[in-house]
Structures are given as C-alpha cells and as structure tokens.
C-alpha cells in the first residue's frame, strides 16, 4: 500500500471541499482498501465520510423508496425494503457474507470496480486500469467476463447484484456537488466501456453520491432476485435476474427486468420486457419471451455458456416471480 492522508469529513461541505481536491471518499471500505493494498488504487487522500448523515431509508409519497448512500447493505432487512421492493432485499442478501453486508454502504456498493483478475493484478495488460496498455481478459480466462456491451477495449462485467435490482427499477442517483444537487437515472451512471473503460460512472470530480430513489411503481408489484453462481456461498453471478411484475386481472400490464453477471454493465432487457405486455402468465409465455434475453450477445472463447445460461436465469426468474396462473 502506497502512503496516503486521511481527512475525517466532519460535514458535507467538508467532505466536498475535500474531494474537490481530489480526496477519495471512503464509508465502508470494503472494496477501496482491498485495491489500495493491491496497489490498484493509489489515492493521495482518502476522505472518510462514515459519518455524515446519509443513512436513512425512507418511503416516499406514491410508493418509491429513497435509500441514503450510507445505508449500509444489511440495512436491506428493513421491513420498507423488503415489503416494498423484495428484489433489492434479496440482491444485496446475495451479495456478500454478514460481516461485509454490516460494513459495506449502497453507495460503495454500486461504486465498486471489477472483479477481473487482471484488472486487479497491476502485471497484467488492462486499459481500465492503464489506459492503452491492452486488455489481457480478451486472449486471457474470460470465462467470468461479459457478453453483453463490451468492446475491443474491455469485456469486464460490472459486479454489483444491486445495481441490476435498481436498473430494473428505474432508480435515480442524488449527487451533489460543488454546484448543487442533480439527478442523474441509474441506467445512464455506469457507463460501458467503449474507448474509455477507466471512465466508469457519471459522477463529475468532487460529487458526493447522497441517495437513491426508487420511484413508485403500479402496485400490486410482485418483485424478486435470482442469481446463479458458481458456488452457493458468497460468489459473483454468473448470470443474475432482477425482475419486477405488475400483473392485474390476469395479465402483465407492466415488466421491468435486468440482467447481471453478463454486461459491462446492468443490462436491461427492453425486447423481453415488451413481449410480456398483455399477455397472460404461463409457463409457455416465459420460455418464449426469455428466448431473446441474450439478442446481441457477443461471447468470448470461455464464455459462450452464457448465453443459454442467461436465456434460463431469466425464464425461471419469470415463474417464480410471475407463477403460471
Ligand atoms: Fe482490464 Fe477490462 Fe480487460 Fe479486465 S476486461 S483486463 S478490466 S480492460
């Protein structure tokens, strides 16, 4: 681990005084400091912001939920979290052991980098970690990497379980900045790699994720995660299903659902989504429209597995949340 100061932001404006300049925010630290003693992560500064007042889960007029950044993963079992939207409880249920569930925030969560080994080995090629210096993962193991909105530049699958569940939902991310508060929609704040795999989110220099929002959705809402990994203790997906339903009077009238384990980022399923629309559930309805799941897939040499695997996760994920009524 490189030598590096540590600020203990006292307030907000202390914490974006300090990541203006180019602090590194740190709350639970379960992924930061991992890459710091790996030397992945060189911060000059880390800013400890733990203690600034961003904690709360709070329901929001209409049915949404707003999730402080600071919540921590375990806080998932917040009665308003699971009786309102099941697929995030269960997401971050799957995501990691107790311990790092009671220490790891929403914010760091959803913030986390890959888990490709060369990004995480400084020996090996990797343009997300040394822009233009080659990607080992493309002739290398690839067998965990994405098949879904990759490039020539980098085919590394976003890890987070969670941020599936809020793509599905149609999440907001609350910043604020030296500027003030913007908004920003989940499914624009993690960026694919294109030509620039080191640019992974939206966030401007110094800005301070504050919350997530879910916003209200037609109730009843039945909602659900499923994650299929190689081991059932705290693993990776290799693929993964967060799906919501809106079914009333024995038809779908509204589908939201994305995929994990497969993209460079969350992938959402829009060409699944609108074949369920006015259909009535059935075991048969779910194999068929589960079909195009993986439509635009671009498998790697250890990865064509995938594409199946994602067409089931998908179909099972639709019986259990949907039934066959
Ligand atoms: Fe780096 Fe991305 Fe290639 Fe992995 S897949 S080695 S993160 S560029």
Same mark, same amino acid.
């Given at each position: 681990?490189?030598?590096?100061? #540590?600020?203990?932001?006292?307030?907000? =404006?202390?914490?974006?005084?300090?990541? $203006? =300049?180019?602090?590194? #925010?740190?709350?639970?630290?379960?992924? &930061?400091? @991992?890459?710091? +003693?790996?030397?992945?992560? +060189?911060?000059?500064?880390?800013? @400890?912001?733990?203690?600034?007042?961003?904690?709360?889960?709070?329901?929001?007029?209409?049915?949404?939920?707003?999730?402080?950044?600071? /919540? &921590?993963? /375990? @806080?998932?079992?917040?009665?308003?979290? =699971?009786?309102?939207?099941?697929?995030?409880?269960?997401?971050?249920?799957?995501?990691?052991?107790?311990?790092? !569930?009671?220490?790891?925030? &929403?914010?760091?969560?959803?913030? $986390?980098?890959? !888990?490709?080994? #060369?990004?995480?080995?400084?020996?090996?090629?990797?343009?997300? =970690?040394?822009?233009?210096?080659?990607?080992?993962?493309?002739?290398?193991?690839? +067998?965990? %990497?994405?098949?879904?909105?990759?490039?020539?530049?980098?085919?590394?699958? %976003?890890?987070?379980?969670?941020?599936?569940?809020?793509?599905?939902? @149609?999440?907001?991310?609350?910043? &604020?900045?030296?500027d003030g508060e913007r908004t920003v929609a989940f499914g624009d704040f993690l960026l694919p790699p294109g030509t620039t795999p080191d640019r992974e989110h939206a966030l401007r220099p110094g800005e301070l994720i504050t919350a997530i929002d879910i916003p209200p959705h037609p109730r009843p809402l039945r909602s659900g995660y499923l994650k299929v990994r190689d081991r059932q203790s705290y693993e990776f997906a290799l693929t993964s299903a967060a799906v919501a339903l809106h079914i009333q009077g024995g038809v779908v009238r509204a589908a939201k659902i994305a995929a994990g384990g497969v993209g460079t980022v969350p992938w959402r399923l829009p060409a699944v989504e609108q074949r369920l629309i006015g259909k009535r559930p059935s075991g048969e309805l779910w194999a068929q429209v589960a079909a195009v799941a993986a439509d635009g897939a671009r498998p790697l040499e250890h990865n064509a597995f995938k594409v199946e695997l994602l067409k089931r996760t998908v179909e099972r994920q639709l019986r259990i949340v949907g039934g066959t009524e």
């Open positions: 681990m490189e030598p590096f100061a #540590y600020t203990k932001a006292a307030d907000t =404006r202390a914490a974006l005084a300090a990541g $203006q =300049r180019g602090g590194r #925010y740190i709350a639970g630290g379960t992924t &930061l400091v @991992d890459l710091m +003693r790996e030397t992945v992560e +060189r911060p000059t500064e880390v800013v @400890d912001i733990a203690g600034l007042p961003l904690r709360d889960i709070t329901l929001t007029p209409g049915g949404g939920l707003r999730l402080g950044a600071l /919540a &921590l993963m /375990a @806080d998932a079992a917040d009665p308003r979290v =699971r009786t309102t939207f099941p697929v995030i409880s269960e997401a971050l249920e799957l995501s990691a052991s107790a311990q790092l !569930r009671n220490m790891a925030t &929403l914010g760091g969560n959803i913030m $986390q980098r890959t !888990r490709c080994t #060369y990004f995480r080995d400084v020996t090996a090629n990797c343009n997300k =970690r040394s822009p233009g210096s080659g990607c080992a993962a493309l002739q290398g193991i690839n +067998r965990s %990497h994405a098949i879904l909105g990759t490039s020539d530049q980098c085919v590394a699958t %976003h890890p987070s379980d969670v941020a599936v569940a809020f793509t599905a939902l @149609d999440a907001t991310v609350r910043l &604020l900045g030296p």
